[in-house]
């Protein structure tokens, strides 16, 4: 009986143990090790549904409109969430729209006026990934960046962007 209450004592201190050890300030199982709110801040996200719908409506802007396209859209760091190619889109056509959206979420900017400042400045012309012909946007969550979507394969930047719009505007409640 003895032995039976010792174990029990015993097997009770270690959890008490455990368990102090566990509250030590920087324990790993302390409330989730949390750190104090001013050190955070909320970074919204382009979910994958909406970045696929943005561009499905590009891809399918520009077919109605008689023009094979690739869409490519990526998130607020360039990495791309989805690109759609029509079958009968030229295979440049699909670096050229991830640079492009590439260029509008890196710049924050859309591209045509990124080929606007290059006028002055020529160095935009040589930046690595970064491709600012017309026809890429930044995709903004109210005024923050969540990503960018780019459009290549119309006769025009100009068309290659009205696609993108339309895009955008698909995924803008």
Known sequence: MRRILLGTVITALAV??????????????????????????????????????????????????????????????????????????????????????????????PTSGLQEAAKTQPGFISLPGFVILPGGEPIRIGTQLVGGVGVSGAPSGDIDDQCAMAGLKAISH
């Open 16 to 109: 008490a143990l455990v368990v102090a050890l566990f509250a030590l300030p920087g324990s790993a199982a302390k409330s989730g090790n949390s750190v104090a709110e001013p050190n955070t801040k909320t970074q919204r996200v382009l979910k994958l549904e909406s970045a696929q719908r943005l561009a499905n409506v590009a891809l399918r802007t520009c077919a109605k409109k008689g023009f094979p396209v690739t869409v490519t859209v990526v998130d607020r760091d360039g990495i791309t969430l989805a690109t759609l190619r029509s079958e009968d889109a030229t295979g440049a056509t699909v670096p050229v729209a991830l640079g492009k959206a590439y260029a509008a979420a890196g710049f924050q900017s």
